[in-house]
């Protein structure tokens, strides 16, 4: 990656001259660095230092006329690709969780359009206090990424979590933050990750803050459901609808939970991820997940599970039973919940009367949508596991057909709809 605007906003704080190694690792990155220093972080480096390494002018006041006249605050935040805090301080984080604009850094925070990430660097207590746990929790639901810090030594003499992690490791952050999803889209269309894109399958997913604000649950992959400690029923789903989904919703803003049943995908940028392997444990990580402003619930989930030896069944005389024992039934206990999200979105697989049987199992389960999808094909060639999707939107008001589609523009579709519901008056 290369050619990326960054605004790095400085704070106060001891690692503040770690910025400095950041900015040159960028720029060898080919970024283009534009600073802006707090009135703080002015006490630990010099805008001349900034402005020296990133040959570009450095702003460090609201009420600067001449800077005002060549570049008005509010386009100087909007002309960055990403805006990254670096060291995010403790006042910084409070300001912003709290929507204080009371600075040149601030004010921008506030008024950009683009994503936000924050790297934090504080004493060990500051970071583990109260407040700032919950003003980072409060930063990460509104969309910000908050990296976590390092632990080790701190400056102070303590020891603990809160030392800014190595500018190395927050380039990297701020690549993932500037890269839309790659590993999900190349998963899905089943070619490397830096190799061309084929033709007619969409490149990149489209961001827009459709779903700041919002939290989203997202169900993903199949269930393994043991038998005994080495052997488990499991289905071919792939996961690669789901996880897709679940990047097309957070390049739209959204906080999205992904509860992955056992799969080989990366996770989404941006995407907090539970791993679970049985129902029973997907079905306890859906509860604590919420409350959730909408849930699509994806994932190939077992509809029983046997009750699994505690040792290997040994090959000896007749095969032996299984007795299954029906799973829980996540779509159906989540869509009549007191805590059921705003939206509730079910995933049916079907072999046989795709649409008839989505409209039974949205009248039986009390979820808003079903997204319906013939798996009839044969393997290698079936929607499970396989790069498109064509699907039916089972909807209260009617079923909608769409084409054949990679599995991303899917997602991408139904992000659009998931945020058009969302914004619309309960
Ligand atoms: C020597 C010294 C080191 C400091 N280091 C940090 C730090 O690492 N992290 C932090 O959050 N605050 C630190 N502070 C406190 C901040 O500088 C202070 O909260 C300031 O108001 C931050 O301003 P800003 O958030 O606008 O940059 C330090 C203060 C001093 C005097």
């Not at 900034?50 to 702003?59: G, Y």
């Not at 029983?304 to 039934?329: Q, S, Y």
């Not at 949508?369 to 044969?378: F, K, L, P, T």
Request: aromatic share 2%; proline share 6%; charged share 20%.
């Amino acid at each position: 990656m290369t050619g990326k605007r960054i605004l790095l906003i400085i704070g106060g704080g001891i690692a503040a001259y770690k910025a400095c190694e950041l900015i040159r690792l960028l720029r060898k990155r080919g970024h283009t660095v534009r600073c802006v220093l707090t009135a703080g972080g002015a006490h630990f480096v010099t805008p001349m230092t900034l402005a020296a390494l990133s040959e570009q002018p450095v702003h460090t006041s609201l009420w600067e006329l001449k800077d005002e006249i060549e570049m008005g605050h509010i386009e100087l935040s909007r002309q960055a690709d990403l805006v990254v805090v670096c060291p995010a301080t403790a006042d910084l984080l409070a300001k912003m969780a709290a929507g204080i604009a009371d600075d040149l850094a601030t004010t921008l925070l506030l008024a950009t359009d683009k994503p936000v990430l924050a790297v934090p660097a504080m004493n060990v207590r500051m970071w583990l206090h109260a407040t700032t746990r919950r003003n980072v929790e409060t930063l990460r639901g509104d969309g910000v990424t908050v990296m976590a810090p390092d632990e080790g030594a701190m400056a102070c003499g303590e020891f603990g979590p809160g030392r800014l992690p190595e500018p190395e490791a927050i380039v990297g952050a701020i690549e993932t933050a500037l890269t839309p999803s790659p590993f999900v889209l190349s998963d899905i269309e089943g070619r490397a990750a830096n190799a061309a894109p084929a033709t007619g399958t969409s490149t990149s997913l489209s961001a827009n803050g459709g779903l700041i604000g919002k939290h989203v649950l997202v169900t993903a992959g199949p269930t393994h459901e043991p038998i005994d400690p080495v052997r488990y029923i499991a289905n071919r789903s792939s996961g690669k609808q789901g996880f897709a989904i679940a990047a097309a919703l957070a390049v739209r803003g959204a906080r999205v939970t992904l509860v992955a049943g056992p799969v080989a995908l990366a996770t989404p940028p941006g995407v907090d991820r539970v791993d679970v392997e049985t129902a029973r444990e997907m079905a306890a990580a859906v509860d604590a997940a919420l409350p959730a402003d909408a849930a699509v619930l994806v994932a190939a989930v077992a509809d029983w599970h046997v009750e699994a030896a505690g040792l290997k069944i040994k090959k000896a005389g007749a095969p032996p039973a299984l007795a299954l024992v029906e799973n829980p039934d996540i779509l159906a206990t989540l869509s009549h919940s007191p805590r059921r999200p705003r939206l509730v979105v079910g995933f049916a697989a079907e072999t046989n009367d795709v649409v008839a049987h989505a409209q039974a199992k949205l009248a039986r389960k009390g979820c808003d949508w079903i997204v319906a999808n013939d798996v009839s094909g044969a393997r290698g060639q079936s929607v499970m596991g396989g790069a498109d999707n064509a699907i039916h939107l089972v909807t209260a008001d009617g079923v909608e057909t769409w084409p054949t589609l990679p599995k991303i523009e899917v997602a991408e579709r139904l992000a659009d709809r998931i945020a058009d519901a969302l914004t619309e008056p309960a």
